[in-house]
Nanobody, 125 residues
């Protein structure tokens, strides 16, 4: 399984970016597709989780600012980042899990089977 994240960059506070994650196989191969991020000196945290036949979930810190979407024909998921803040600075990773997991566990990095290489997002004036 291969995942390729892209789209990161340097942006000023209040700006926007769109991240992409292309994955191998089919959407039906995975029950959950997620975005995580990791800032220097901090643990990896879940940002958003797309679950088959369910609503996408978001971390409280990004609700209303980030939107996750998918293009199944392209085997790609996106993360639209709006109204960026300096605390959003991190390496962003996409990840997939083959089997369904309970809601309370979906934002835990250890639950995911495969990971992309990460893309750096830096928010700074």
């Amino acid at each position: 399984v291969q995942l390729q994240a892209s789209g990161g960059g340097l942006v000023q506070p209040g700006g926007s970016l769109r991240l992409s994650c292309a994955y191998s196989g089919s959407t039906l191969d995975y029950w959950h597709i997620a975005w995580f991020r990791q800032a220097p000196g901090k643990e990896r945290e879940g940002v958003s989780v797309l679950t088959r036949r369910e609503a996408t979930r978001y971390a409280d810190s990004v609700k209303g600012r980030f939107t996750m979407s998918s293009d199944n024909a392209k085997n790609t998921v996106y993360l639209q980042l709006n109204d960026l803040k300096e605390e959003d600075t991190a390496v962003y990773y996409c990840a997939v899990r083959r089997n369904r997991v309970v809601l309370s566990a979906r934002f835990s990095a250890v639950q995911y089977d495969y990971w992309g290489q990460g893309t750096q997002v830096t928010v700074s004036s």
